[in-house]
Nanobody
Framework: QVQLVESGGGLVQAGGSLRLSCAASGRTASINAMGWFRQAPGKEREFVASITWSGGITSYEDSVKGRFTVSRDSAKNTMSLQMNTLQPEDTAVYYC??????????????WGQGIQVTVSS
């Protein structure tokens, strides 16, 4: 079992920045990759960014590419999402996720409780 706890988030004006963090505990040795997802009101949860735990290879949703940066500290079992040039459409509940190797987020991921990010115009 892997437990995930998000921190950060809050209210920020458009064009501003915010940094989210996720702390993993439990069976952290099983983690192959961690990522961020978000869900806006009335919409389905969508992928935002991910990073592999060993090599640090990153992936980003097109809408956040160039604005968001995902990073990790494998020794501390933490992952962060630096969000710059935030826009109102970035408003959502953001979820931290972790998955083992050779599987998918949908099938085997552990999830955090979610944290609110609100961007005002």
């Amino acid at each position: 079992q892997v437990q995930l706890v998000e921190s950060g988030g809050g209210l920020v004006q458009a064009g501003g920045s915010l940094r989210l963090s996720c702390a993993a505990s439990g069976r952290t040795a099983s983690i192959n990759a961690m990522g961020w997802f978000r869900q806006a009101p009335g919409k389905e949860r969508e992928f935002v960014a991910s990073i592999t735990w060993s090599g640090g290879i990153t992936s980003y949703e097109d809408s956040v590419k160039g604005r968001f940066t995902v990073s990790r500290d494998s020794a501390k079992n933490t992952m962060s999402l630096q969000m710059n040039t935030l826009q109102p459409e970035d408003t959502a509940v953001y979820y931290c996720a972790a998955r083992p190797a050779f599987t998918t987020w949908t099938k085997s991921a552990a999830w955090g409780q979610g944290i609110q990010v609100t961007v005002s115009s």
